[in-house]
């Protein structure tokens, strides 16, 4: 039965609540049509449909419990203990969209804890009747449940808490290595370093942050920062924010790059003698002697077809072009010459500009096209960190008259 009489505060939370679980069915009627369009690597796409059922069912529960609706009391309050799923769903769609092949393997299970975690913080509660539920103080309940109500809430804000750093940190470390991995098999890093991704992991740590200001704040017995107004942006914020990007998301890493970028998986788990060698080539097999001769072809290869100046060089086409695995590329690169792909083509590039600066009269954009750049920003920055000098100063002191 809806009252008549509604406050201006609860007109702005059943408004926010109303728009944003609409949104939220929106995305997720999108994400399912992703999810039937995506083949394979669909993790990032299961993450979100997580993270969107759990949002809707919370926009839900504000929509049918609150002081003018009133829902099925049996159901009230059951929807909060999949709130960490927030913060888990957030890391798998990082894992999906930083992973050449990703997939569940036998300890995600943990990912769990935190769920069940909840349940035994709020189980003093969730395990009374809807109706003493909705309003504990108001039925005849001892002092010590009440109590243990109480205690259990606070200790499910601060598993909440917990959670966020957790999960924070681990999609902050996803994205770094991300980062790394990404210049070991592209030339070009263009739309994929997924920096995007960074603004919206830190957006939705922000937006936690301020739900755990507002718990506490509730506790002193503060003003809250979401109220009315503030709470009704909060609410648009995280959906809009979160469901453009999910829609639109792309995962970076095509499937070969599993190879290169992950280590094998050993099977028995017995102790081995330190390696000189990064975990991911512990199988290559490769000799001293290889690695010399591979080395040499590639440097042989790459200068008699000038191959850096194909703009969209990879790893895998460069070791196509030499005839070794990519793998083997991979660990010449990293341990016979001590760099990255990315940073090797790179370098091949710069020297090259460095010549064309000093005996043609192509402007600068020209050559940063002409030995591979897609960016003359990019070109720039690279062609500082490699020679301590912008293009024009290299030219201005060694062009050839």
């Given at each position: 039965?809806i009252?008549?009489?509604?406050?201006?505060d609860?007109?702005w939370?059943?408004s926010?609540?109303?728009?944003?679980?609409?949104?939220?069915?929106?995305?997720?009627?999108?994400?399912?049509?992703?999810?039937r369009?995506t083949?394979?690597?669909?993790?990032f796409?299961?993450?979100?449909?997580g993270f969107?059922?759990?949002?809707?069912?919370?926009?839900?529960a504000e929509?049918?419990?609150?002081?003018?609706?009133?829902?099925?009391?049996?159901l009230?309050?059951?929807?909060?203990i999949?709130?960490?799923?927030?913060?888990?769903?957030?890391?798998?769609f990082?894992r999906?969209?930083?992973?050449a092949?990703?997939?569940?393997?036998?300890?995600?299970?943990?990912?769990?804890?935190?769920?069940a975690?909840?349940f035994?913080?709020?189980?003093p509660?969730?395990?009374?009747?809807?109706?003493?539920?909705?309003?504990?103080?108001?039925?005849?309940?001892?002092?010590?449940?009440?109590?243990?109500?109480?205690?259990?809430?606070?200790?499910?804000w601060?598993?909440?808490?917990?959670?966020?750093?957790?999960?924070?940190?681990?999609?902050?470390?996803?994205?770094?290595?991300?980062?790394?991995?990404?210049?070991?098999?592209f030339?070009?890093?263009?739309?994929?370093t997924l920096?995007?991704?960074?603004a919206?992991?830190?957006t939705?740590l922000?937006?936690?942050?301020?739900v755990?200001?507002?718990?506490?704040?509730?506790?002193?017995?503060?003003?809250?920062?979401?109220?009315?107004?503030?709470?009704f942006?909060?609410?648009?914020?995280?959906v809009?924010?979160?469901?453009?990007?999910a829609l639109?998301?792309?995962p970076?890493?095509?499937?070969?790059t599993?190879?290169?970028?992950e280590?094998p998986?050993?099977?028995a788990?017995t102790?081995?003698?330190?390696?000189?060698?990064?975990d991911?080539?512990a199988?290559?097999?490769?000799?001293?002697?290889?690695?010399?001769?591979?080395?040499?072809?590639?440097?042989q290869?790459?200068?008699?077809g000038q191959?850096?100046?194909?703009h969209?060089?990879?790893?895998?086409?460069?070791?196509?072009?030499?005839?070794?695995?990519?793998i083997?590329?991979?660990e010449?690169?990293?341990?016979?010459?001590?760099?990255?792909?990315?940073?090797?083509?790179?370098?091949c590039?710069?020297?090259d500009a460095?010549?064309l600066?000093?005996?043609?009269s192509?402007?600068?954009?020209?050559?940063?096209?002409?030995?591979?750049?897609?960016s003359?920003?990019?070109?720039?920055?690279?062609?500082?960190k490699?020679?301590?000098q912008?293009p024009?100063?290299?030219?201005?002191?060694?062009?050839r008259?």
């Amino acid at each position: 039965m809806i009252d008549i009489s509604i406050e201006p505060d609860d007109l702005w939370l059943f408004s926010g609540s109303m728009i944003s679980f609409a949104l939220c069915i929106f995305v997720l009627l999108g994400l399912l049509l992703k999810l039937r369009d995506t083949k394979s690597h669909r993790m990032f796409v299961w993450a979100m449909i997580g993270f969107f059922s759990i949002n809707a069912a919370d926009h839900l529960a504000e929509l049918i419990y609150n002081p003018f609706i009133w829902g099925p009391a049996w159901l009230f309050q059951w929807h909060e203990i999949f709130l960490p799923c927030f913060m888990i769903a957030l890391y798998f769609f990082v894992r999906g969209l930083t992973s050449a092949a990703p997939k569940l393997i036998r300890r995600d299970w943990l990912h769990l804890i935190p769920i069940a975690l909840s349940f035994l913080c709020l189980s003093p509660a969730l395990l009374l009747p809807g109706e003493i539920r909705r309003d504990p103080e108001a039925h005849d309940l001892s002092q010590d449940h009440l109590d243990l109500i109480q205690l259990g809430d606070d200790a499910f804000w601060a598993l909440w808490v917990v959670t966020v750093l957790i999960y924070g940190t681990l999609c902050a470390r996803k994205l770094i290595q991300h980062k790394r991995n990404i210049r070991d098999v592209f030339s070009d890093l263009t739309g994929k370093t997924l920096a995007w991704l960074d603004a919206l992991v830190a957006t939705i740590l922000i937006l936690s942050l301020i739900v755990i200001v507002d718990e506490v704040l509730d506790l002193l017995n503060y003003p809250e920062i979401r109220f009315g107004p503030t709470e009704f942006l909060f609410d648009l914020v995280l959906v809009f924010s979160f469901g453009l990007f999910a829609l639109r998301a792309v995962p970076p890493l095509p499937g070969w790059t599993g190879a290169v970028l992950e280590p094998p998986v050993i099977e028995a788990p017995t102790p081995a003698p330190p390696s000189p060698k990064p975990d991911r080539y512990a199988r290559s097999g490769l000799t001293p002697e290889d690695l010399n001769r591979y080395a040499d072809r590639l440097t042989q290869r790459m200068e008699a077809g000038q191959l850096w100046r194909n703009h969209a060089l990879s790893l895998r086409a460069l070791a196509s072009e030499i005839s070794i695995p990519s793998i083997h590329l991979s660990e010449v690169l990293n341990t016979k010459l001590g760099m990255s792909f990315y940073d090797y083509v790179n370098q091949c590039r710069i020297r090259d500009a460095c010549e064309l600066l000093a005996t043609t009269s192509h402007t600068i954009l020209e050559i940063s096209e002409t030995v591979g750049f897609n960016s003359k920003s990019t070109f720039n920055t690279s062609f500082k960190k490699v020679t301590e000098q912008t293009p024009s100063q290299w030219r201005a002191k060694h062009a050839r008259k």
